[in-house]
């Protein structure tokens, strides 16, 4: 139960960290764009996606390496056992969506229940931190 505690928390820690900063990046490097301020909006919008789909990468790949796993858990239902799968199966998970066509068994529900919980917080600070950047040059030019 350790083990599972600790791969966990090492994948979700991985994930916030690349996650603060490309936000921060974002925030440091968007101003310095030769564009107006709303392209500098649509940039960082685009940029924070790209970081999303970074993190659900992450958690894809860490679904599909413990799925390998005999002792932590297994993924069944229209899963093949491949990559992409299992990034499916994280876009789901991190995106809220919900599984029904891919389910996790075993210690992989923890992952899944962190992936939901991880992606809902990130998602949300994404928002917060673009809002704030249009908030705050929205109404120049």
Request: net charge negative; aromatic share 16%; no cysteine.
């Amino acid at each position: 139960m350790a083990a599972i505690y600790f791969i966990n928390m090492f994948i979700v820690g991985i994930v916030v960290v690349g996650h603060y900063e490309s936000l921060y990046r974002i925030n440091i490097l968007t101003p310095l764009l030769p564009m107006s301020h709303r392209l500098r909006i649509v940039v960082g919008v685009i940029l924070a996606l790209t970081a999303h789909a970074i993190e659900i990468w992450i958690f894809g790949i860490a679904f599909y390496f413990m799925n390998k796993t005999d002792n932590l858990g297994y993924l069944e239902g229209n899963y093949d056992g491949g990559l992409l799968d299992s990034v499916y199966f994280s876009f789901t998970s991190y995106t809220t969506l919900g599984f029904g066509d891919i389910v996790p068994h075993g210690d992989l529900r923890f992952l899944a229940g962190l992936e939901a919980l991880t992606g809902l917080v990130l998602i949300t600070w994404t928002a917060s931190s673009l809002y704030l950047r249009m908030a705050r040059y929205w109404t120049e030019e």
